[in-house]
Nanobody, 126 residues
Framework: QWQLVESGGGLVQPGGSLRLSCAAS????????IGWFRQAPGKEREEVAC????????KYADSVKGRFTISRDDAKNMVFLQMNSLKPEDTAVYYC???????????????????WGQGTQVTVSS
């Protein structure tokens, strides 16, 4: 059974950094597309950053470009989201997601992903 477990969320001041982790089990990461998404209260779930199945194509939401970095360690079955220069508007529950559907390019659409973690809360506030 595919399972994704996020960790690393918390409370951070504006301008601070956090590193989110996503541990995958029940499947191995090579050739699996991975995405990070977030959902703020009262808003729809939105894309943050995604990788292609081979991990060689990355896509970022405009709102996080230059501040967030997605990475993956296939040997450890882990995916990461490094978040720098955090802003209050980054406050949300962050989810990692996986898709076995193969594409050459990263796809950052929620309906492309079939497996989701439970989410980790990130709060940016002074």
């Amino acid at each position: 059974q595919w399972q994704l477990v996020e960790s690393g969320g918390g409370l951070v001041q504006p301008g601070g950094s956090l590193r989110l982790s996503c541990a995958a089990s029940g499947f191995t990461l090579p050739y699996i597309a991975i995405g990070w998404f977030r959902q703020a209260p009262g808003k729809e779930r939105e894309e943050v950053a995604c990788t292609s199945n081979r991990g060689d194509d990355l896509k970022y939401a405009d709102s996080v470009k230059g501040r967030f970095t997605i990475s993956r360690d296939d040997a450890k079955n882990m995916v990461f989201l490094q978040m720098n220069s955090l802003k209050p508007e980054d406050t949300a529950v962050y989810y990692c997601a996986a898709s076995a559907r193969y594409t050459d390019e990263a796809v950052c659409l929620t309906n492309h992903y079939d497996y989701w973690g439970q989410g980790t809360q990130v709060t940016v506030s002074s």
